[in-house]
């Protein structure tokens, strides 16, 4: 990976050396988006002397690890003359009870004279946010790292805006693109099935796998689409419940593989009885299932318009986990609104002209119906989406 800084490293950077009072720092998000690459690059910055370690290898079981990996950081702080240095965890949600010990021993800092830093790496958001409620509340401040944007791609590698729509935002695949096989194979075997198996297969009780990854399989292909859970039992020929559906929907949409969008509703119990709409995180994990090329796809309109829209899905729902912003849609008989964005109170309509379909007129009855803060047309006759990608949607409240 090229050497880039996210500003996520200011923040962070900030909180560890400006600000006197001390809360464990927690970094989270899907595999493969530089959270280990953005702390190292914190260590090789920082004058504080460190202590890392990664749980990766490490028995779910074993309860005294991170007791032990706490004591080498606490070793390496009293020699430090300030009395001060920073512990690192990488994916400590593979420890079984991991918050309640790391409770124990931040607890025990802080009746001590000992500064010690805590910065805590996971990429099962699932895991570490039921942990963070239940033990560690009031204790720590939380970093959340999503897929790359089409800005930092750029940035970082130089993608223009057809290629990141296609390759999407995982750096750690960027040096690949120009051999496109090697490219989705590298996406497939490292990314998405890595992802299933370790952070969802492993780390949270499944029954039927194979259902989970067919869903996952037909999500990518309908990414930007709507279908009821009875719709996609059908497309799947198993005889599973809506429930359990809806339940490896979540995981994978906690992964960050793929979310499932809620229809727009003042209602909230209508909101999470609607039919989902399927959306993923990266455009690339619907690129490497393709069996055709950039290329070709590139050039037949209606086809590419597809990959645009989930583009702007992708960078919708990734902002909206930093921003607090709630990513849905609505449809009403024949009116569709495609993104419909919620921060408080304030509403906002999104429309896509994408090119395979023409503009359908609903957004004239959402703002009929709902008198949103303001709407929005991307593509042909509205603001271009390769302008669009480099937007930050919080902008538009």
Not at 12 to 27: A, G, M, N, S, T
Not at 239 to 257: E, I, K, P, V
Not at 289 to 314: D, K, L, M, T
Request: glycine share 8%; net charge negative.
């Amino acid at each position: 990976m090229k050497t880039f800084e996210r500003f996520h490293l200011q923040i962070l950077r900030k909180r560890i050396e400006d600000e006197p009072k001390r809360f464990i720092q927690v970094i989270y998000g899907p595999r493969q988006v530089g959270k280990t690459t953005l702390v190292r690059q914190l260590l090789n910055q920082t004058e504080l002397p460190w202590h890392y370690s990664s749980a990766d290898g490490v028995a779910a079981s074993d309860s005294v690890w991170i007791s032990q990996q706490w004591e080498a950081a606490r070793l390496i702080c009293r020699r430090h003359e300030k009395n001060r240095a920073i512990l690192v965890i990488d994916e400590v949600q593979k420890v079984e009870n991991w918050s309640e010990q790391v409770k124990k021993e931040w607890d025990r800092d802080q009746a001590s004279d000992i500064e010690l830093y805590v910065i805590l790496l996971g990429s099962s958001r699932l895991l570490l946010q039921q942990g963070l409620t239940e033990s560690l509340s009031g204790r720590y401040e939380s970093i959340f790292m999503g897929h790359w944007s089409y800005s930092e791609m750029k940035e970082a590698f130089g993608f223009s805006p057809e290629e990141f729509v296609w390759f999407g935002g995982y750096p750690g695949s960027a040096d690949l693109i120009g051999d496109e096989s090697r490219w989705k194979q590298y996406v497939r075997d490292s990314l998405i099935e890595t992802t299933i198996s370790k952070d969802i297969l492993m780390m949270t009780r499944v029954d039927k796998p194979f259902l989970m990854k067919r869903l996952f399989e037909l999500g990518c292909e309908y990414s930007g689409q709507i279908l009821s859970y009875n719709k996609i039992l059908g497309q799947l020929h198993d005889a599973g419940n809506t429930t359990t559906l809806s339940h490896y929907l979540h995981l994978l949409d906690t992964a960050g593989l793929l979310g499932g969008l809620n229809k727009f509703s003042p209602n909230i119990i209508r909101k999470r009885a609607s039919s989902p709409k399927f959306q993923v995180y990266n455009t690339a994990l619907i690129s490497a299932q393709h069996p055709e090329p950039f290329e070709e796809v590139r050039n037949r309109p209606a086809e590419w318009g597809r990959w645009v829209e989930s583009s702007v899905g992708a960078h919708l729902l990734n902002s909206g986990l930093n921003s607090g912003i709630d990513v849905m849609y609505w449809r009403h008989s024949n009116d569709e609104v495609d993104f419909v964005l919620q921060k408080g109170e304030q509403v906002i309509g999104i429309e896509v002209k994408s090119g395979r379909r023409k503009y359908s007129g609903g957004m004239q009855a959402f703002s009929d119906k709902f008198s949103p803060k303001k709407v929005l047309l991307i593509g042909d006759e509205g603001l271009p989406w390769q302008e669009f990608l480099e937007l930050n949607p919080s902008e538009l409240f």
